[in-house]
T-cell receptor, first 112, second 113 residues
Framework: DAKTTQPPSMDCAEGRAANLPCNHSTISGNEYVYWYRQIHSQGPQYIIHGLKNNETNEMASLIITEDRKSSTLILPHATLRDTAVYYCIVRVAGDSNEKLTFGTGTRLTIIP | EPEVTQTPSHQVTQMGQEVILRCVPISNHLYFYWYRQILGQKVEFLVSFYNNEISEKSEIFDDQFSVERPDGSNFTLKIRSTKLEDSAMYFC???????????FGQGTRLTVV
């Protein structure tokens, strides 16, 4: 059963910031928030993950609310190549073997 | 940048035939996975493999499925007698260890006719 809730689809203008929300109200203290994306049936691609602090890397930023019940993935300057399905996944920290459980994700369309 | 490599990219097989899907995980990774995605549906976990044995498998991974790491570099998924409903994209993934992210291959599209 999905532990996260995401909107099924979103549009964003090219060059603007894309903000993708995720609710994970039942997250446990030892669970991380992971984001992956899947571009047109290619293999899922890791984007970023975090526990409770905001995180930034070369692809995106992750903002996690103080109560950790929701988060937002930010693509700061969206390009057409960012059109993909984005998955928000919670998983236990330190469980080396734990599988990823994918939901239906958010289909993000970048509009020229 | 290191990547997970899967072959073939597309395989067509007749119902009842055996197929072997091949994966070369990233070289220093220790944990290996197979997932599948039926067209238009979610990515589903099939099996995880660590230390030369299956560590977890889903309900989908029945007796028709098996995995093997025959030579320390390849990781294979075998389907003994394919069914029409096995038609899907099959993704291999690997990761180095605890707390690290999983890297996925580009997938093998299996079509059973």
């Amino acid at each position: 059963d999905a532990k996260t809730t995401q909107p099924p689809s979103m549009d964003c203008a090219e060059g603007r910031a894309a903000n993708l929300p995720c609710n994970h109200s039942t997250i446990s203290g030892n669970e991380y928030v992971y984001w992956y994306r899947q571009i047109h049936s290619q293999g899922p691609q890791y984007i970023i993950h975090g526990l409770k602090n905001n995180e930034t890397n070369e692809m995106a930023s992750l903002i996690i609310t103080e109560d950790r019940k929701s988060s937002t993935l930010i693509l700061p300057h969206a390009t057409l190549r960012d059109t993909a399905v984005y998955y928000c996944i919670v998983r236990v920290a330190g469980d080396s073997n734990e599988k990823l459980t994918f939901g239906t994700g958010t289909r993000l369309t970048i509009i020229p | 940048e290191p990547e997970v490599t899967q072959t073939p990219s597309h395989q067509v097989t007749q119902m009842g035939q055996e197929v072997i899907l091949r994966c070369v995980p990233i070289s220093n990774h220790l944990y290996f996975y197979w997932y599948r995605q039926i067209l238009g549906q979610k990515v589903e976990f099939l099996v995880s493999f660590y230390n030369n044995e299956i560590s977890e498998k889903s309900e989908i991974f029945d007796d028709q499925f098996s995995v093997e790491r025959p030579d320390g570099s390849n990781f294979t998924l075998k389907i003994r007698s394919t069914k029409l409903e096995d038609s899907a994209m099959y993704f291999c993934a690997s990761k180095a260890g605890g707390g690290t992210e999983a890297f996925f291959g580009q997938g093998t599209r299996l079509t059973v006719v």
